[in-house]
């Protein structure tokens, strides 16, 4: 966990950390009372969906479950998966390599994903031409998702199947 911390700061962007208060412990000492609150703000908890949707989010570091991969592919938002084990992985790989919306973050030799990587990605994904793409194709894919919902081709084709059983 501190590197991530040090990796968020190293990348000079501004950002908001989840850190339940249980995990706290993990950060180096004094960083949350050192951080700016212009660079860097770190709660116990927020309401995700409302934080992704809002317009000032640039991209979202994610473990890659699924929940939280379709919680940011239907906001629109680029990803920076960091998975750790099961779906993650394999979520991780769609974000990056099928879909377009992100980057995974590489581990080292010891699997562990250094500062100095993190940073990199951030910046990346952030200001890079590769996060130009990928906020392109955010854009398409929440377009996408969209359009699976209310009023959408998934939520017609649910609606003629019902139609049918019901005249039958």
Excluded at 5 to 29: D, T, Y
Excluded at 94 to 105: D, H, L, T, Y
Aim: with cysteine.
């Amino acid at each position: 966990m501190e590197e991530i911390a040090i990796g968020f700061v190293m990348s000079q962007c501004n950002f908001l950390w989840v850190v339940r208060a249980s995990e706290e412990h993990k950060l180096p000492p004094n960083f949350t009372k050192s951080l700016s609150s212009e660079k860097g703000i770190i709660v116990n908890w927020c309401s995700q969906t409302e934080i992704l949707t809002h317009r000032s989010i640039s991209c979202f570091l994610t473990h890659g479950g699924w929940n939280s991969t379709m919680e940011g592919v239907s906001s629109g938002v680029p990803l920076i998966a960091m998975p750790n084990f099961v779906d993650q992985t394999t979520n991780s790989k769609f974000i990056e390599g099928v879909w377009g919306v992100g980057v995974r973050v590489r581990g080292g030799e010891n699997g562990m994903v250094s500062r100095d990587e993190l940073c990199k990605v951030v910046k990346e994904v952030v200001d890079g031409d590769k996060g130009k793409e990928i906020r392109n194709n955010a854009k398409m894919w929440k377009e996408y998702a969209k359009e699976a919902v209310d009023g959408g081709t998934s939520a017609k084709n649910i609606e003629d199947i019902v139609s049918r059983f019901l005249s039958a």
